[in-house]
Nanobody
């Protein structure tokens, strides 16, 4: 089992930046890929970014390419999502996930955090 806890969400103006963190505990010895998904209120959960255990492979949704960067620190069992040039349409609950391989589909991830809210005002 892996427990994931997100932090770093909040309210920011359009054009601003936030950095989300996801700390893992439990079976952190397993080489899990990590990902971020988001779910706007009243909409379905959508893929944002994913990173392999080594950090050598990353995937991004087209809507965030060039603005968001996913990274990880395996010593601290933490991964990050640096979000720049935020837009009101980025407003959502952001969820961290862990799974065997990096992928863009939610079904690929066995472990999930509780989420952190990001609100971007115009």
């Amino acid at each position: 089992q892996v427990q994931l806890v997100e932090s770093g969400g909040g309210l920011v103006q359009a054009g601003g930046s936030l950095r989300l963190s996801c700390a893992a505990s439990g079976r952190t010895d397993l080489s899990y890929a990590r990902a971020w998904f988001r779910q706007p209120r009243g909409k379905e959960r959508e893929f944002v970014a994913a990173i392999s255990w080594s950090g050598g492979t990353t995937y991004y949704a087209d809507s965030v390419k060039g603005r968001f960067t996913i990274s990880r620190d395996n010593v601290k069992n933490t991964n990050f999502l640096q979000m720049n040039s935020l837009k009101p349409e980025d407003t959502a609950a952001y969820y961290c996930a862990a799974g065997v391989n990096p992928a863009t589909t939610a079904i690929s991830y066995a472990f999930w955090g509780q989420g952190t809210q990001v609100t971007v005002s115009s």
